[in-house]
């Protein structure tokens, strides 16, 4: 038995058209997966938010007072240091 609890045919042919079967439901549901992606980037890439995004900038979300006195970061300087 394979993983799925399916009988597994000694013949060829049958496993062939199952594995043939499995890759389309496969490359089906990769088809869906790339879609999603492409649409949320999409919705990203276009949302006139106030916050900024990648190619906008994110210069809206730090000059917002609500954003900024919600989170205290008004004055906030931070430094990170990396080990070498």
């Known amino acids: 038995?394979?993983?799925e609890g399916q009988r597994v045919s000694s013949n060829p042919?049958?496993?062939?058209?199952?594995?043939?079967?499995?890759r389309?439901?496969?490359?089906e549901e990769?088809?869906?997966?790339?879609k999603q992606v492409y649409d949320m980037e999409t919705n990203y890439l276009q949302d006139p938010s106030q916050?900024?995004?990648v190619l906008k900038g994110f210069e809206g979300f730090l000059s917002s007072s609500k954003n900024t006195?919600?989170?205290?970061?008004?004055?906030l300087?931070?430094?990170f240091v990396y080990p070498l």
């Open 1 to 3: 038995m394979d993983h």
């Open 13 to 22: 042919s049958a496993m062939l058209a199952s594995l043939l079967s499995k």
């Open 24 to 27: 389309a439901k496969l490359h």
């Open 30 to 34: 990769l088809r869906n997966i790339e």
């Open 51 to 53: 916050c900024g995004n």
């Open 69 to 75: 006195a919600l989170y205290g970061v008004a004055n």
């Open 77 to 79: 300087n931070i430094s």
